[in-house]
């Protein structure tokens, strides 16, 4: 069966880095796009950047191009985001999974995982 798990969230001060990581599992971590989201306290869940298949495009949400940067370790079955510059709004519980496309963030992996919280402290 196909898993998700997410870690590397804390709690930083404005301006910090964290890199999440995404284990995945049960999955043919080398056919799908990989996508990270997130979901803020009262808010929907989000589209925060995807990665292609084989690892070579990448797509991102206006409020974090420039800042964050998505990347498969595909001997590790992993998908990272690197997050720089963190801002107070940035902070919510991040998720992975498979999606369509890069371009098309509809869910085709298994389900959410428990993500991991980032918390940014102004």
């Known amino acids: 069966q196909a898993q998700l798990v997410e870690s590397g969230g804390g709690s930083v001060q404005a301006g910090g880095s964290l890199r999440l990581s995404c284990a995945v599992s049960g999955l043919n971590f080398s056919i799908y796009p990989m996508a990270w989201f997130r979901q803020g306290l009262g808010k929907d869940r989000e589209f925060v950047a995807a990665?292609?298949?084989?690892?070579?495009?990448?797509h991102y949400a206006d409020s974090v191009k420039g800042r964050f940067t998505i990347f498969k370790d595909f001997a590790k079955h992993t998908v990272y985001l690197q997050m720089n510059k963190l801002e107070p709004e940035d902070t919510a519980v991040y998720y992975c999974?498979?999606?369509?496309?890069?371009?098309?963030?509809?869910?085709?992996?298994?389900?959410w995982g428990q993500g991991t919280q980032v918390t940014v402290s102004s």
């Open positions: 990665v292609s298949f084989e690892g070579g495009r990448t």
């Open positions: 999974n498979a999606v369509r496309a890069p371009t098309i963030p509809e869910i085709v992996g298994p389900p």
